[in-house]
């Protein structure tokens, strides 16, 4: 069975840093994509980053581009996005997913499993 479990989120203020986790478990971590998408209240759930199996491709939405990283360690079967100069509208649900193949996709489509997701909060 396979099981996504993030970690990591909290209430910040405008500005600040946050790193999320997503340890997985149930698959063979190294052979697949993982995504970070986020819903924030009345709103579709949408991509924020994606990283291929092997870290040699990362993709980024418009909106997180030049203040969020996505990596990976394969070793520890663990997804990461570091979060900087973090701003109000960042407020939401963060999910990370699984992917369907290794290559990274920025549709929920292309993910197969999700986490349960973790609040992230930045106050103004």
């Known amino acids: 069975q396979v099981q996504l479990v993030e970690s990591g989120g909290g209430l910040v203020q405008a500005g600040d840093s946050l790193r999320l986790s997503c340890a997985a478990s149930?698959?063979?971590?190294?052979?697949?994509?993982m995504g970070w998408f986020r819903q924030s209240s009345g709103k579709e759930r949408e991509f924020v980053a994606a990283?291929?199996?092997?870290?040699?491709?990362?993709y980024y939405a418009e909106s997180v581009k030049g203040r969020f990283t996505i990596s990976r360690d394969n070793g520890k079967s663990t997804v990461y996005l570091q979060m900087n100069s973090l701003k109000p509208e960042d407020t939401a649900v963060y999910y990370c997913?699984?992917?369907?193949?290794?290559?990274?996709?920025?549709?929920?489509?292309?993910?197969?499993?999700w986490g349960q997701g973790t609040q992230v909060t930045v106050s103004s």
């Open positions: 149930g698959r063979t971590f190294s052979r697949y994509a």
């Open positions: 990283v291929d199996w092997s870290a040699s491709f990362t």
């Open positions: 997913a699984t992917g369907r193949t290794g290559v990274a996709g920025t549709v929920m489509g292309a993910y197969a499993y």
